[in-house]
């Protein structure tokens, strides 16, 4: 079926959901067990699949919602490129559609960018069955709000994506991991000082006793930074880094709710029971814990951070910290100017809408 055709299917079954029908989106599944338990009919993009384009000299791809990340990631990397915010799969057959959904990046996130920073344009379809399409091809693409950008981290509430353009980077010549047996709070010390040196920090972990750090750019750089940071080079290093993306590591292997913490990097230890992990050099913590909700919300906003229940837990309840009034008051905005009817992905972000 041609991209059109597919286009304009997807378009009528969601123009067709009128009255009491709600869709609910699915793609390759890997990425169902975050947010809340979306109800509806499910309307798949399994099909919808394909890059679109791809211009090297350019650094530029753009490609269907559908479209698995492993076929996106093959093709730069035949041209030495990237996506530069490593965007966790959590399943061999993840999408580019769903990580843009749920707006997931990996380690690199803080020195990089995130997956929002990389996203150009976006071609969806609205709650009223109407395609859109927003920003372009080029970063300097709109003269007023970026709305492709709004529906990074969306998980389809405001629209069904369709296609998404974004920015990818050339590979580092070279990458180095260094580890340093520490405690917590000096590691975060430790990553604070070197935030503010010239050195090519591209991810900063801290699990169990040890601080790991990676280093990318150039050879003679990496020379350098190694000098004067010392620590011992982990040989497994690019392991590691996957192994924390995909949620692999050890830490992860546990039962109790796993919950996100985003906080300012220079946070101290947050008085909250449970097992840490500190990822992108202490801006993201992920915690093992079965403490009550109120009580994770209530310890990260007292630090001016927010707190998602990231997998496990009570998905019937809510996950995501609730929202100020007047940013709820915005999202309800949102969410009446692009799907008024309540069409799309019900239940997913809130029991609300």
């Known amino acids: ?63 269907r919602a559908g479209t698995p990340l492993g076929e996106i990631e093959a093709a730069l990397a035949a041209n030495n490129q990237m996506l530069a915010f490593e965007p966790p799969h959590f399943g061999e057959p993840a999408t580019l559609g769903g990580t843009i959904a749920c707006g997931f990046s990996g380690p690199a996130r803080p020195y990089t960018g995130a997956a929002r920073d990389f996203v150009l344009g976006a071609t969806i379809i609205n709650g009223k069955g109407e395609v859109l399409s927003f920003g372009g091809q080029v970063m300097k693409n709109v003269a007023g709000y970026d709305l492709s950008r709004l529906m990074v981290g969306a998980l389809g509430t405001l629209g069904v994506l369709l296609e998404i353009s974004l920015k990818v980077l050339p590979k580092p010549d070279a990458e180095c991991t260094l580890a340093f047996k520490q405690p917590a709070d000096r590691a975060l010390e430790q990553i604070a000082t070197w935030s503010g040196l010239p050195i090519p920090l591209s991810a900063a972990c801290h699990v169990g006793d040890r601080l790991y750090v990676r280093l990318s750019g150039y050879e003679q750089t990496i020379r350098a930074a190694r000098t004067k940071l010392g620590g011992d080079e982990n040989r497994e290093g690019t392991k590691f880094w996957q192994a924390l993306r995909e949620h692999r590591l050890n830490f992860f292997e546990n039962d109790a709710p796993l919950w996100r913490l985003s906080v300012p990097p220079a946070t101290a230890s947050i008085n909250l029971p449970g097992d840490w992990l500190i990822d992108w050099g202490g801006a993201q913590r992920w915690l093992r814990t079965t403490a009550p909700s109120t009580d994770v919300w209530a310890a990260t906003q007292r630090v001016g951070g927010h707190a998602t229940l990231f997998r496990g837990g009570d998905r019937a309840a809510e996950v995501f910290q609730p929202l100020a009034a007047p940013l709820l008051q915005l999202h309800h905005n949102l969410k009446q100017a692009f799907d008024p009817d309540g069409v799309l992905n019900p239940g997913r972000y809130t029991a609300a809408w």
């Not at 869709?23 to 309307?43: A, C, D, E, M, W």
């Open 1 to 63: 079926m041609a991209d059109s055709d597919q286009s304009q299917e997807l378009a009528d079954a969601v123009r067709a959901a009128t009255g009491a029908t709600r869709l609910r989106i699915v793609g390759s599944g890997t990425k169902n067990f975050y947010g809340r338990v979306p109800h509806g009919q499910p309307l798949s993009l399994a099909k919808h699949r394909g890059i679109v384009s791809y211009e090297p000299t350019e650094l530029v791809l753009t490609a």
